[in-house]
């Protein structure tokens, strides 16, 4: 029995719900990673040794990444029980709730140490809404999708993680170029209390979306999972394990945002913190077309390719612009920075969200992208502490820092290396594993 299609004009919905809801949630994701990487190691920690403050800032950028994998459990458990919408809207909500409450938090000098307390649980809150929020994204619109173009309906929400870091970029600017003293008192507040109409925006698009057909059919014909992390490690999880190893691609996105930022504005180097916001900010203008055109050519030539061009291709060109940042060359800088980030690391970027989602069946997809991704993920928000340790006391071993970062692009080759290839394969047989829906699959993709 076939999927039934979606309702006119609700692929485009559930891409545009997916797009905006992403670029809200990554807006407030990314603009801590501004923030810890130029504001809060004066707010938050000890001042008195920079060195550390900035290694412990940095770290609590991790701790998002690590309460990923726990919030994926939950959320993905719920997500395959109840629905893709209501995960969707949840998600949204709390990362809005969770931001809204860093802006508003005391600092070190107000209260000592329950300050970086505070911050961390926050930012615990953040990572746990993260960890819902693309998977439940991702099924929502690749189970909407036209079979044929799914790559580029789901590569919507890429972008619009795209969108809001670009977003929270240009917010940032004009406050990073405030007076110090208006800067660390009130100025590096005003991007967070924003996320209130964030999450208000959010809401509103959200919960007028319709649930997928693949769900309802799932819920109507066989009922829903009653667990499906059992049947998703029974029948998936080589999977899941494919889905840990490629997510480490991430590690490009979280060190070339927070890492590099954070060397770049250094005394070893000397870039005016504006300049280098800009280069973040024009790299993610790139991707927002550089993601849905990879995306379009992985529904031709495979997603497998395509992934391939991205991962590896990330492993030479964060060589390079970490290079480039080392000579000091803003030009050079500039220029290695959007085709590193805005143009090849957008290949993987926004090809993944049909790759991994295409690898899972209906009644257990949402949970393993989101088990899957965030575990990844986790190893991905650490590596911009691993990068600082790398990097010595003086913070300038950039090319310790870039291999660190080549050598984490190679577990995510080798996954696309072993993965199907399903651009061709019908929404209803993905992720099947029983012989007679194993067998159609092989004359549709033949």
Same mark, same amino acid.
């Given at each position: 029995?076939?999927?039934?299609?979606?309702?006119?004009?609700?692929?485009?919905?559930?891409?545009?719900?997916?797009?905006?809801?992403?670029?809200?949630?990554?807006?407030?994701?990314?603009?801590?990673?501004?923030?810890?990487?130029?504001?809060?190691?004066?707010?938050?920690?000890?001042?008195?040794?920079?060195?550390?403050?900035?290694?412990?800032?940095?770290?609590?950028?991790?701790?998002?990444?690590?309460?990923?994998?726990?919030?994926?459990?939950?959320?993905?458990?719920?997500?395959?029980?109840?629905?893709?919408?209501?995960?969707?809207?949840?998600?949204?909500?709390?990362?809005?709730?969770?931001?809204?409450?860093?802006?508003?938090?005391?600092?070190?000098?107000?209260?000592?140490? %329950? #300050?970086?307390?505070?911050? &961390?649980?926050? +930012?615990? $809150?953040?990572?746990?809404? /993260?960890?819902?929020? @693309? *998977?439940?994204?991702?099924?929502?619109?690749?189970?909407?999708?036209?079979?044929?173009?799914?790559?580029?309906?789901?590569?919507?929400?890429?972008?619009?993680?795209?969108?809001?870091?670009?977003?929270?970029?240009?917010?940032?600017?004009?406050?990073?170029?405030?007076?110090?003293?208006?800067?660390?008192?009130?100025?590096?507040?005003?991007?967070?209390?924003?996320?209130?109409? %964030? #999450?208000?925006?959010?809401? &509103?698009?959200? +919960?007028? $979306?319709?649930?997928?057909? /693949?769900?309802?059919? @799932? *819920?109507?014909?066989?009922?829903?999972?009653?667990?499906?992390?059992?049947?998703?490690?029974?029948?998936?999880?080589?999977?899941?394990?494919?889905?840990?190893?490629?997510?480490?691609?991430?590690?490009?996105?979280?060190?070339?945002?927070?890492?590099?930022?954070?060397?770049?504005?250094?005394?070893?180097?000397?870039?005016?913190?504006?300049?280098?916001?800009?280069?973040?900010?024009? #790299?993610?203008?790139?991707?927002?077309?550089?993601?849905?055109?990879?995306?379009?050519?992985?529904?031709?030539?495979?997603?497998?390719?395509?992934?391939?061009?991205?991962?590896?291709?990330?492993?030479?060109?964060?060589?390079?612009?970490?290079?480039?940042?080392?000579?000091?060359?803003?030009?050079?800088?500039?220029?290695?920075?959007?085709?590193?980030?805005?143009?090849?690391?957008?290949?993987?970027?926004?090809?993944?969200?049909?790759?991994?989602?295409?690898?899972?069946?209906?009644?257990?997809?949402?949970?393993?992208?989101?088990?899957?991704?965030?575990?990844?993920?986790?190893?991905?928000?650490?590596?911009?502490?691993?990068?600082?340790?790398?990097?010595?006391?003086?913070?300038?071993?950039?090319?310790?820092?870039?291999?660190?970062?080549?050598?984490?692009?190679?577990?995510?080759?080798?996954?696309?290396?072993?993965?199907?290839?399903?651009?061709?394969?019908?929404?209803?047989?993905?992720?099947?594993?029983?012989?007679?829906?194993?067998?159609?699959?092989?004359?549709?993709?033949?």
């Amino acid at each position: 029995m076939s999927v039934p299609a979606a309702p006119p004009g609700q692929p485009r919905k559930a891409a545009t719900a997916a797009w905006i809801g992403s670029a809200l949630e990554y807006y407030d994701f990314f603009i801590y990673g501004s923030a810890a990487a130029l504001i809060f190691p004066e707010v938050f920690f000890d001042e008195s040794d920079p060195a550390t403050a900035t290694l412990l800032s940095l770290a609590t950028f991790g701790v998002a990444y690590a309460a990923r994998p726990v919030g994926a459990l939950f959320l993905g458990h719920f997500g395959d029980r109840v629905g893709r919408k209501k995960i969707m809207v949840f998600t949204l909500i709390l990362m809005g709730l969770s931001t809204f409450l860093i802006g508003c938090l005391p600092t070190r000098d107000q209260v000592g140490t %329950v #300050a970086p307390v505070l911050l &961390v649980l926050c +930012r615990v $809150l953040q990572g746990i809404s /993260a960890a819902g929020e @693309q *998977a439940s994204a991702n099924s929502m619109t690749l189970e909407h999708a036209p079979p044929q173009r799914r790559g580029f309906f789901t590569s919507f929400t890429l972008s619009g993680t795209q969108g809001g870091q670009l977003l929270a970029t240009l917010v940032f600017i004009p406050v990073a170029a405030l007076p110090d003293d208006q800067l660390m008192s009130w100025g590096w507040r005003v991007p967070f209390w924003m996320s209130v109409a %964030v #999450a208000v925006a959010g809401f &509103v698009i959200r +919960r007028k $979306l319709e649930e997928t057909p /693949a769900f309802t059919r @799932q *819920a109507a014909s066989e009922g829903v999972v009653k667990l499906p992390l059992a049947i998703l490690m029974r029948e998936h999880w080589a999977d899941v394990l494919r889905v840990v190893a490629a997510a480490l691609i991430a590690s490009v996105s979280t060190i070339f945002t927070v890492w590099a930022l954070s060397y770049a504005t250094s005394d070893a180097v000397g870039m005016s913190r504006s300049s280098m916001l800009w280069v973040g900010a024009l #790299a993610n203008l790139v991707a927002l077309g550089a993601i849905p055109a990879w995306a379009t050519l992985s529904d031709r030539v495979g997603r497998r390719p395509v992934f391939l061009v991205g991962a590896a291709g990330s492993a030479v060109m964060m060589v390079l612009y970490l290079w480039a940042i080392s000579t000091g060359s803003y030009p050079l800088t500039l220029v290695l920075g959007i085709v590193t980030f805005g143009v090849v690391y957008s290949a993987a970027n926004g090809v993944w969200p049909a790759f991994y989602g295409e690898m899972f069946s209906t009644r257990v997809r949402l949970s393993g992208m989101a088990i899957g991704t965030q575990i990844g993920f986790a190893v991905a928000g650490f590596a911009v502490t691993f990068a600082a340790q790398i990097a010595g006391p003086d913070g300038d071993d950039w090319s310790s820092v870039a291999l660190f970062t080549a050598a984490l692009c190679v577990p995510p080759v080798l996954a696309a290396l072993t993965a199907r290839e399903t651009h061709t394969i019908p929404t209803e047989l993905l992720g099947e594993r029983s012989p007679a829906t194993a067998k159609q699959a092989e004359k549709v993709t033949a």
